[in-house]
């Protein structure tokens, strides 16, 4: 796995600065591991950062993931709401909007954790925290889609159905499987934005 500390640097980091540290080394840790498989220690050799201050800054593992996954969220939202704002600038009412939030969400793959981790919070629906805010979250991306984009329930329905997909072969690291039937899947959820996928 390739490290995710920050480059070093000679001035000390902000405190803003090693938290987004933090939480981008565990978007990828909690996305790859689970909640229950990564550790605050992990997270920590991979952000560069002390153990101890990972713990003082975030409290506890489940308040680091229930942070990871406001990032997530703030993250799609913000690429969403960018994508529809630039599509209705193009004049291109009338059409579907998920033409632009399609390529949108494909194009979040560059952010390492981001489609796993909500994977991941989306599997603890159990979990009292967890499950409160991934659920809290993923209707607040169905809001969007209804009351923003403006689409039907069975196109935002849709979408999300293949949003889910995508996160599925994102957490399988579909790419690192030779087989044809692999490949045939991924060109056809994916097309060339396959190479952004983990494992490409």
Request: proline fraction near 5%.
């Amino acid at each position: 796995m390739t490290s995710l500390a920050p480059e070093p640097t000679d001035r000390r980091m902000t405190s803003a600065e090693r938290r987004d540290a933090i939480l981008a080394a565990a978007s990828v840790l909690f996305g790859q591991r689970g909640y229950f498989g990564a550790t605050t220690d992990q997270v920590a050799r991979a952000a560069g950062i002390s153990q101890p201050y990972v713990v003082r800054m975030f409290g506890s593992k489940e308040a680091l993931f229930l942070a990871v996954i406001g990032r997530a969220k703030t993250s799609l939202l913000a690429a969403f709401r960018g994508a529809l704002a630039d599509w209705r600038a193009a004049g291109a009412a009338g059409g579907d909007p998920c033409d632009a939030l399609g390529p949108a969400y494909l194009e979040l793959l560059r952010e390492r954790g981001v489609h796993t981790s909500l994977m991941q919070a989306f599997m603890q629906g159990s979990e009292p925290a967890i499950g409160a805010a991934a659920r809290d979250g993923f209707l607040e991306i169905w809001a969007f889609l209804r009351d923003e984009a403006g689409v039907d329930p069975e196109t935002a329905r849709s979408f999300l159905a293949d949003g889910m997909l995508i996160n599925v072969l994102a957490g399988l690291e579909m790419p690192r499987d030779m087989r044809p039937e692999a490949a045939e899947l991924l060109e056809a959820t994916l097309g060339d934005k396959a190479r952004l996928l983990p494992g490409a």
